[in-house]
């Protein structure tokens, strides 16, 4: 942020017109900042206060940034296409007509999102997970391995995925199985190609093997041991 002010401070110091500028200058911090506050509200918010909050960050940003905020929020929340583009044009006016207000609005509210994103970080992946679940397939929280695939979740959802738009896909596509946890976790392993066991790298084909073994063979080996070189 510019001379490391944070958005408050420069709003406070320099007006809605510095930090609009800001806003829509399009620089890292600025995006990494609307991308968090953005999955902040989806992640932590119900469903309907969370359309509205949602918007509201996506508002404040860059026009280029409106079409796949609304993509990312209608995904999330299964709204209509309609829906999302009302929504967006009511954030907008609101924020053109008073950016200030707007943005204050925001800010008074940051002790609220403090507390979410707090008592999201004491909650177990299971705990976390649960809505989502409940959601996709109430047996999984049934299932004795429900806390593996909950934690595989987690792990798919620190590497950025939108968990819960991939999971609906999956679902969406053919119905879990009879071990629905267990089918879930390898749906989801397949479809984001999450390293398994800490493994990235995945194991040599067999052409890839031959291809390799042969290079071993072609490649000059050091003289033996008491053997005269020519």
Not at 75 to 95: E, F, G, M, Y
Not at 122 to 139: G, H, I, S, V
Not at 202 to 217: F, Y
Request: glycine share 6%; charged share 30%; net charge positive.
């Amino acid at each position: 942020f510019p001379d490391g002010l944070d958005p408050a401070d420069l709003l406070a110091q320099r007006g809605p017109a510095a930090l609009t500028a800001a806003v829509a200058s399009g620089q890292p911090s600025f995006r990494s900042l609307g991308d968090q506050l953005l999955t902040e509200r989806l992640d932590n918010l119900a469903p309907e206060q969370a359309r509205v909050a949602a918007m509201r960050v996506i508002s404040a940003r860059p026009s280029r940034a409106w079409v796949p905020g609304v993509t990312q929020v209608r995904a999330r929340l299964q709204l209509s296409q309609l829906q999302t583009r009302r929504d967006l044009r009511d954030a907008i006016k609101s924020w053109d007509a008073d950016p200030r207000k707007a943005a204050q609005a925001e800010l008074h509210k940051s002790s609220e999102v403090r507390a979410r994103l707090a008592a999201a970080a004491e909650q177990t992946p299971e705990e976390r997970w649960a809505p989502l679940a409940r959601e996709l397939d109430p047996r999984l929280l049934e299932q004795g391995d429900w806390p593996a695939t909950a934690a595989m979740l987690q792990q798919a959802h620190d590497q950025g995925h939108d968990v819960g738009v991939a999971s609906r896909a999956l679902v969406a596509e053919k119905p879990l199985g009879d071990s629905p946890a267990r089918d879930l976790r390898y749906r989801i392993v397949s479809r984001l190609e999450i390293p398994i066991d800490g493994e990235s790298t995945p194991a040599p084909t067999k052409s890839q093997g031959a291809a390799r073994d042969r290079q071993d063979a072609n490649r000059p080996r050091p003289p033996r041991r008491g053997t005269p070189r020519r």
